[in-house]
């Protein structure tokens, strides 16, 4: 009785976090420490392994090979995320990126996989363009006993493939612009011939500004004067299946080694689910190449209160 209680608990879990119903799958829930300090306002930065994930376009500005990856938990570590992402820049030509990401959750009920290939290259050095083509699938465990008895699955695997595009404009020192549209092709997961699951268009819309303007006019001393050149403050605006959501973040590199960084998320329409965010980041020179340790918290308020998001990520300079 206990552990066919346990199977229902955590499938009420997958359909209240993941859902049986339209647009359900593939929650926006981000990639990448870095990006989870800053509360999600990534769109107008996208400048390292986490940038396809937010705004394909911020590769055109990568010049270094990078490879990154990420480990996050959610829920007390019921749904588990991993994501490797690489950067390669190939010159004149632009710059291509890959991507994979595999969630699933700890009953091994379901897995969500994402796969990303990115292109992006500049438009007269003030302008980046890129394009990301993704393939999506999802797949329930066909032998576990309530998928395999429920009659709502008519499928226990499904696949799709879609596309983003994604702008990133350095016109004015300091200032940065981003947009990025997401899923433009639409793209059903469903598993059940009762409804679709179709995984909604993201659209972001950002901006970023570098402390550095400031800093040089700055009558403080030269320790501050120096945080304010490596402070930068972000702000993002996405809309997601008619819901929005607003985030900003500071990010603020102490020294050439450690960062820090907090931000804030508030949704703007529908059921409240804000969120406070913390993070740091070491930076460690290792004989030609740079290694970047991130970590970042977030903590959930409103319908989802006192959950917690960590996310431990790694990311490698050559």
């Known amino acids: 009785m206990l552990r066919i209680k346990l199977k229902s608990y955590y499938m009420l879990i997958l359909l209240l976090y993941f859902g049986t119903s339209a647009n359900a799958a593939f929650n926006d829930i981000g990639v990448g420490a870095r990006p989870l300090g800053l509360g ?84 007269l050095q003030q302008i980046g363009l890129g394009l990301n083509i993704k393939y999506f699938s999802t797949n329930y465990d066909s032998e576990n006993e309530f998928v395999a008895s429920n009659p709502y699955f008519t499928e226990t695997s499904s696949s799709a493939v879609s596309l983003d595009v994604g702008l990133l404009a350095k016109l004015v020192k300091s200032l940065s612009l981003g947009l990025s549209i997401e899923n433009l092709i639409p793209a059903d997961v469903s598993i059940s011939n009762e409804e679709t699951d179709t995984i909604p268009i993201n659209i972001r819309a950002g901006i970023a500004y570098k402390l550095e303007a400031i800093a040089e006019m700055s009558a403080q001393g030269a320790a501050i004067t120096n945080i304010l050149k490596e402070t930068l403050a972000t702000v993002d605006v996405l809309s997601r299946s008619s819901e929005l959501y607003t985030r900003i973040g500071v990010e603020m590199w102490v020294n050439p080694s450690i960062g820090v960084r907090g931000g804030y998320g508030m949704k703007l329409s529908g059921n409240s689910a804000n969120t406070l965010n913390l993070g740091g980041s070491a930076k460690i020179p290792i004989s030609g190449t740079a290694l970047q340790l991130d970590y970042g918290f977030q903590l959930l308020t409103g319908e989802l209160q006192d959950n917690t998001t960590q996310r431990f990520s790694v990311n490698l300079l050559f």
């Open 40 to 123: 999600g306002a990534f769109v107008a930065i996208a400048d390292d392994s986490n940038a396809a994930n937010y705004n394909a376009a911020g590769l055109a500005y990568i010049e270094e090979i990078q490879i990154g990856a990420t480990y996050a938990q959610r829920f007390n570590d019921l749904v588990n995320y991993s994501t490797v992402s690489g950067i390669i820049p190939i010159g004149s030509i632009g710059t291509l990126g890959a991507n994979i990401g595999i969630l699933s959750e700890s009953s091994d009920i379901y897995q969500e996989q994402s796969i990303r290939v990115t292109y992006a290259r500049t438009l």
